[in-house]
């Protein structure tokens, strides 16, 4: 007899004390399901704040591992261990050997800055920690470049360069991307050399053909697409932003969104357009499915939890520490 997993969960979400948690980037029906919605930073703020002995969290793996990292008292379980493929850009090697990058172009180590964008692992996060840095999102990379300026340093910033860029440009700061040969020393923000290729999908044609072929057409984008694709766009923001962007715009407004395809198509109903002729899918926020979130609570109700986040002493205490640090940041 085939097993009707909707069904299941929700009585798996009534009898245990569990919370389900999913990006906006999930499947729908995986969605649908969620106790706990939002982008990275709500949901690092949600998390923090609920109560409940479980979380299973459906997204990607620097997702699940921040919660473990902000509440180490909780178990975390992930239906599918996902990996963010720009997080798995840069290790504890890499981001050592950015720093060193710096150094050996002049900079002293102790007028770096770094901060991490929450896509990467927690061993990332917790190098950063260790260096007096912080962790941003893309909701609030602002405020944290514009806090970490503050300290007269040289920002080191990983691992995606396209947001870093972005950012250094709507600020008005000079930027560079190690490899690119431009001499750090004469940039504000240094960064690493990561992308996400989901959203490297968009490009500067795909605006022109939807302004040809609609002159009235707004296109809004997420800070981790190409920086001369956010310089085209009439808006940029995270997924939240995105969102509240769309929903304020007038029914009869057309506008196409660039960024991954379970949020735009279930943005609104009418007048948006998904910014590529190419499906941009992130490969692995969809790996998770409605049968992979119903095992997962059936091995709570089984006391034989599968995919638990295990992340050691060291790494959770400078990793919290560089979470935090922006949580703090209002
Ligand atoms: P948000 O911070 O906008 O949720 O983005 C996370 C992400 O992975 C975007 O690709
Ligand atoms: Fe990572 Fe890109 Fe997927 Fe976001 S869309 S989770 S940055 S691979």
Redesign the pocket.
């Known amino acids: 007899m085939s097993i009707d997993f909707k069904a299941e969960i929700v009585r798996l979400k009534q009898k245990l004390s569990v919370t389900i948690v999913a990006?906006?980037?999930q499947r729908d029906e995986v969605f649908e399901m969620a106790d706990i919605t939002?982008?990275?930073?709500e949901?690092a703020r949600k998390c923090k704040a609920n109560e409940s002995e479980w979380v299973v969290f459906c997204g990607?793996g620097f997702m699940g591992q921040s919660v473990k990292v902000i509440a180490p008292h909780k178990k975390v379980l992930m239906p599918r261990i996902a990996c963010?493929a720009?997080a798995k850009m840069i290790d504890g090697r890499f981001f050592d050997e950015s720093v060193q990058f710096m150094v050996d172009n002049g900079i002293a180590k102790e007028d770096i800055l770094p901060i991490t964008y929450?896509?990467s692992d927690a061993s990332v996060k917790a190098k950063v920690g260790e260096m007096g840095g912080l962790v941003c999102?893309?909701?609030n990379a602002y405020k944290i470049i514009e806090e970490g300026l503050k300290s007269g340093k040289k920002i080191l910033f990983v691992p995606d360069r396209c947001l870093g860029q972005n950012f250094a440009h709507s600020m008005g700061l000079e930027s560079c991307v190690i490899g690119d040969g431009k001499d750090p020393k004469e940039c504000d923000i240094i960064c690493y050399d990561g992308f996400?290729s989901?959203?490297q999908l968009f490009s500067v044609d795909d605006i022109e053909f939807y302004r040809q072929k609609y002159p009235d057409i707004l296109i809004a984008v997420?800070p981790?697409c190409d920086p001369a694709v956010v310089q085209a766009a009439d808006f940029s923001g995270?997924?939240?932003q995105l969102i509240q962007y769309v929903n304020g715009l007038d029914e009869n407004q057309k506008v196409a969104v660039g960024?991954?395809y379970n949020l735009v198509n279930r943005m609104r109903p009418k007048n948006t357009y998904v910014l590529s002729s190419t499906k941009p899918e992130?490969p692995t926020?969809n790996e998770t499915t409605l049968e992979d979130l119903y095992k997962t609570l059936k091995s709570i109700e089984d006391n034989a939890p599968i995919n638990e986040i295990v992340v050691d002493e060291h790494t959770v205490k400078w990793a919290n520490i560089a979470l935090e640090r922006m949580l703090a940041i209002k």
């Open positions: 990006h906006y980037y939002g982008d990275s930073l949901l990607v963010c720009m929450i896509n999102t893309s909701s996400c989901v959203h997420h981790e995270s997924t939240s960024t991954e992130c926020m």
